[in-house]
């Protein structure tokens, strides 16, 4: 599985951005995760193809939405709010059977993260 991350960029703080994260074929289990300048890689957002569930880290719940578009394989991570915490390089990973969404141990596949820089 292949996977394509893109949109990320400059914006000021309070601005929005969209990742989208284009698969080469439909996985069970898709995540973002992110990693900031000096710290550890964590998790943002994750879901599975069998539940309308979706899961957010507490830092970016009711500002980040993750949506799914099944016929393009492409999953997407709309940013609102965006503060200079947020600035990371952001991944997106997928995994073909069903895991802990958030364990970043568990996911077999990763792209190349898209860089997101929030300026104060």
């Known amino acids: 599985v292949q996977l394509q991350a893109s949109g990320g960029g400059w914006v000021q703080a309070g601005g929005s951005l969209r990742l989208s994260c284009a698969t080469s074929?439909?996985?069970?289990?898709t995540g973002w995760f992110r990693q900031a300048p000096g710290k550890g890689r964590e998790f943002v957002a994750a879901?599975?193809?069998?539940?309308?569930?979706?899961y957010y880290a507490d830092s970016v719940k009711g500002r980040f939405t993750m949506t799914r578009d099944n016929a393009k394989n492409t999953v997407y991570l709309q940013m609102n709010l965006l503060n200079a915490e947020d600035t990371a390089i952001y991944y997106c990973?997928?995994?073909?059977?069903?895991?802990?969404?958030?364990?970043?141990?568990?996911?077999?596949?990763w792209g190349h993260g898209t860089l997101v820089t929030v300026s104060s």
């Open positions: 990973a997928a995994a073909t059977r069903n895991i802990r969404v958030g364990d970043d141990s568990q996911y077999e596949y």
């Open positions: 879901d599975r193809l069998s539940s309308i569930v979706t």
């Open positions: 074929e439909r996985t069970f289990v």
